[in-house]
């Protein structure tokens, strides 16, 4: 059974930056891709990035292209989602996903997804 953790959540002022991290245990993150999804109060659950097994298969919602940057980092087991030049319409729980098999995330469906943590709360404002 494969569990995650997001960590590093919190305050922070638009135009901020925080590093999200996705720990896993009990099995490794090697063979599974992972999915960063957001859900902001009175909003439906948004697929925020993907990124695979292998290199170069990187997938960034348009609404954080070029401010956020997903990575990971097999020997810790951890996924990583640096977010930059935050705004206030980022403020949302974080969540990291991970799938084995199939191509749930990059598809968009998140309900395909095998395994969830149980998010971190991220509030961008002054």
């Known amino acids: 059974q494969l569990q995650l953790v997001e960590s590093g959540g919190g305050l922070v002022q638009p135009g901020g930056s925080l590093r999200l991290s996705c720990t896993a245990s009990g099995l490794s993150l090697n063979l599974y891709t992972i999915g960063w999804f957001r859900q902001a109060p009175g909003k439906e659950r948004e697929r925020v990035s993907c990124i695979g097994a292998s290199a170069g298969s990187d997938y960034y919602a348009d609404s954080v292209k070029g401010r956020f940057t997903t990575s990971r980092d097999f020997a810790k087991n951890t996924a990583y989602l640096e977010m930059g030049s935050l705004k206030p319409e980022d403020t949302a729980v974080y969540y990291c996903?991970?799938?084995?098999?199939?191509?749930?995330?990059?598809?968009?469906?998140?309900?395909?997804?095998?395994?969830w943590g149980a998010g971190t709360l991220v509030t961008v404002s002054s």
């Open positions: 996903a991970a799938e084995q098999y199939g191509s749930s995330c990059y598809m968009g469906y998140g309900n395909g997804m095998d395994y």
